[in-house]
């Protein structure tokens, strides 16, 4: 059928050429690898030569997606894949074998609190309004995975509202919490890509104790703010106790290795009311902070 509308594409779409090209006759030359859509050639694609290609393509499918989803701005929230949820904290400890297992389950135990704390904070972040172009904002945004990231996506889960997850492949098997919104579960290959879009719209970000990730992840964050290659925001680190014994910040400052007002671009705090009061303060002067500060016509259940 012929498209008469004055402003419709005189081409096919890519789709309608993938179709067409299924329908080909099996010949040897149709049946060679060279004859394929160069995007629809798995192989190809997958050349080290393609590595840029993969860039790109890592770069836009989230971001048209979050985009088509009307999601403006995120809360990020870092942490630990291994702290347990309190209700799962006594058979972690029961499955400990060993005094030095014993002693480890212990202190993993003791962060479950963190696990709800990461809940509320997440849902006080979903009960934002929409702006007025109908816009999402401080939409919860974690790693997709277990521990932390579960409860800051269960968190929105439980009020009803949508969260996203970025997840990497990696070499043993691992998948998606089941609280991300199935259709804002992204996985990555690249770690560089999936940092990159933690932070392209992160307008606050909460850092949980953890490990080499949360580290890798924390530290590239207060990197770039330290070095004006982004602007500041609220970046807020959980449990003081936990991270001056993990990491001396006076110490790099004594040093001479980081500037004594570079300890000003985080903050310590210990509860979800703690960390959005910050929020809300910091934008207090932007459109973002009558949003973070605006209370929800109707409590939900998640934030009594």
């Not at 009020?159 to 259709?183: D, F, M, W």
């Not at 953890?210 to 530290?219: C, K, R, S, V």
Request: hydrophobic share 45%; charged share 25%; net charge negative.
């Amino acid at each position: 059928m012929t498209d008469k509308t004055p402003n419709g594409s005189r081409f096919h779409k890519a789709s309608e050429d993938a179709r067409f090209a299924a329908q080909n006759l099996p010949t040897p030359q149709t049946d060679s690898p060279a004859y394929r859509l160069a995007f629809q050639d798995t192989e190809f694609l997958l050349r080290d030569d393609l590595r840029p290609v993969r860039f790109q393509l890592e770069l836009l499918k989230p971001e048209l997606l979050l985009d088509e989803a009307n999601i403006a701005s995120m809360l990020v929230i870092y942490g630990s894949a291994r702290i347990p949820s309190p209700e799962h904290a006594q058979v972690l400890l029961d499955a400990a074998k060993t005094p030095e297992e014993s002693r480890v389950a212990e202190r993993l135990a003791a962060k479950s609190r963190y696990y709800d704390e990461a809940m509320r904070l997440a849902a006080r972040a979903s009960a934002v309004p929409v702006d007025s172009r109908g816009k999402r904002h401080f939409v919860v945004c974690s790693g997709g995975g277990p521990s932390i990231m579960e409860a800051a996506n269960r968190g929105a889960w439980e009020c009803g509202k949508e969260s996203i997850g970025l997840n990497i492949v990696l070499p043993h098997e691992q998948a998606p919490n089941r609280y991300v919104t199935p259709s804002l579960s992204f996985q990555f290959h690249y770690f560089a890509l999936r940092k990159m879009h933690f932070l392209l719209r992160a307008r606050a970000v909460a850092v949980f104790p953890g490990g080499f990730g949360t580290f890798d992840e924390m530290f590239e964050l207060l990197t770039l703010v330290q070095t004006g290659k982004m602007k500041a925001m609220p970046i807020l680190l959980f449990g003081r106790e936990f991270w001056n014994r993990v990491v001396d910040f006076d110490a790099l400052a004594d040093e001479g290795v980081i500037n004594r007002r570079d300890l000003d671009l985080f903050h310590f705090v210990e509860t979800a009311e703690e960390a959005w009061a910050h929020i809300v303060a910091f934008w207090k002067d932007d459109a973002l902070g009558a949003l973070a500060a605006a209370e929800p016509t109707v409590v939900p259940d998640c934030l009594r």
